[in-house]
């Protein structure tokens, strides 16, 4: 089987995410697409929700797309969610699935600064997906270890519609008492209000 792996925050999910992991099912072929909370990000803060409410606002996001599925590998790991390691064990568990990250323009641009970033480009293709407000960029050091070691062919570049949404934004317009917010999912606006997650 061909899985698509989308990591992040999700604090929470929203539309965009949705949106990349349908465009990355089809424009590879994948199966499906798992996404996959981190627990704590190496590379911000923690988030303002808590491991257990993001992961159940994306298992609610979900509901209503059997191609796409939650996996709290990271959440059950606990301690910093290295992308690697979630690599490594997916491909220990599964041996014969073949794996592709997906990744956000923004993402992709540091990704020179990701723990064992030579060791994931080896153990994976990668899925990279324009951002609206990012150019796809590569950086320097990601380039010279693509073409020294002849793997440009496991990254992936796509051009997809620009879609102007980000957690921070949601986060934001939910504190703020907003009525009609753009990109929250209606069964993750219910959760967040409910349980009073931001
Ligand atoms: P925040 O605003 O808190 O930084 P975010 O909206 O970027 O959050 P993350 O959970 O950090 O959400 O993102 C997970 C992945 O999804 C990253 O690879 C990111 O680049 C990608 N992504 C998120 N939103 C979009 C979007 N609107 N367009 C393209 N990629 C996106």
Known sequence: MKIGILGGTFDPIHEGHIAIAEHALHAMHLDHVEFIPCFQPPH???????PEHRFAMVERALKNHPKLTANDIEIKQRGISY?????????KQH???QYYL????????????????????????IIVLSRHDKKITTPTR????????ALEKHIHFSTIIPIPIS??????????GKEKISGL??????????????
Not at 44 to 50: E, L, N
Not at 83 to 91: D, F, M, P, V, W
Request: a negative charge; glycine letters at 2%; charged letters at 25%.
């Open 44 to 50: 911000r803060d923690q988030p303002i929700a808590s």
């Open 95 to 97: 041996p014969k699935n």
């Open 83 to 91: 992308t690697i390691n979630t690599i490594i064990t997916l491909q």
């Open 102 to 125: 997906i990744v956000g323009a923004d993402a992709f641009s540091q990704f020179d600064t990701w723990h064992s970033f030579q060791k994931i480009i080896t153990a994976i293709d």
């Open 142 to 149: 990601v380039a010279d270890f693509l073409e020294k070691n």
């Open 185 to 198: 999912i209606d069964e993750v606006r219910e959760y967040a209000l409910k349980n009073k997650v931001y």
């Open 167 to 176: 957690a921070t934004q949601i986060r934001a317009d939910i504190r703020a």
